[in-house]
């Protein structure tokens, strides 16, 4: 086995968690799962691969992934969501990776999307390299509620194997948690108190379709590579009439 901690977050992902879980066992000597209070099988089905589960109820996103990262035992961390795969040639390369002289501090990796059974190509969805791999000692989260920062020091390596990632499992699946992530971008707008103007808005809208279908080829997908387009520019419109709805709330 390899020294290395995988730590992986749940909440709910009893359709998810063993694939992921089984992509590791064997290979990395800790296997560390935080559950945000999972009310399915989640814990039941960790307990057969997992070193260690903890039960943590999520606050802030960013905070939360730096408390799990803080649990390892090992120095080296690779961290996974459960509904990422690491691929042989991935381990493989890791492997490598860490038996010669580190000279960096962390590694992207690239992360092969799908959307159901289809990998979304273009559109800036691969290769879409993440911070995955790092010393726990030289990385950290921003403190944010949605998509926080990564912050790590120089230098970075990158690693050219790929985790898979089934991203979601349906157009609804989409809008679902598209629905949610909203919801907390709006919250975070409005807790940096930096107000979003409207014109700034429409601006995000816009730029973020076009830089996905044209700028990033995302027309080579086809319809699915329209529909990511659209759907970041509607995030950017959700975001903006959630966070409008916050205001309201808060003048009354």
Request: proline share 2%; with cysteine.
């Amino acid at each position: 086995m390899i020294n290395l901690s995988v730590v992986i977050l749940t909440k709910n992902e009893e359709r998810n968690i063993q694939e992921c879980l089984k992509s590791v066992s064997g290979w990395a000597d800790e296997i560390i799962v935080v559950d945000d209070e999972s009310t399915d099988k989640t814990r039941e089905i960790c307990a057969k691969f997992a070193h260690k589960i903890l039960v943590r109820r999520m606050d802030v996103e960013g905070r939360h992934r730096n408390f799990a990262y803080a649990q390892a035992k090992n120095l080296w961390v690779l961290s996974l969501d459960a509904d990422e795969r690491a691929t042989e040639e991935l381990k493989k390369e890791i492997e490598e990776a860490l038996e010669a002289e580190v000279k960096y501090n962390g590694f992207t990796i690239p992360r092969r999307n799908f959307i159901g059974d289809y990998w979304v190509r273009h559109g800036g969805w691969y290769p879409s390299p993440q911070l995955k791999l790092f010393r726990k000692d030289k990385f950290s989260y921003e403190e944010a509620g949605v998509h926080p920062r990564a912050f790590m020091d120089d230098p970075c390596g990158h690693l050219k194997s790929d985790i898979i990632h089934y991203s979601y499992k349906n157009i609804e699946d989409f809008l679902s948690k598209m629905n949610n992530q909203t919801t907390r971008e709006a919250q975070k707008w409005f807790n940096q108190n930096k107000p979003m103007r409207l014109g700034r808005f429409i601006w995000r809208a816009y730029d973020r379709f076009f830089r996905s279908y044209f700028g990033k080829k995302g027309y080579k997908d086809g319809f699915i590579g329209f529909t990511i387009a659209y759907f970041a520019g509607l995030y950017q419109f959700l975001s903006y009439l959630k966070y409008r709805e916050i205001i309201r709330s808060k003048a009354q």
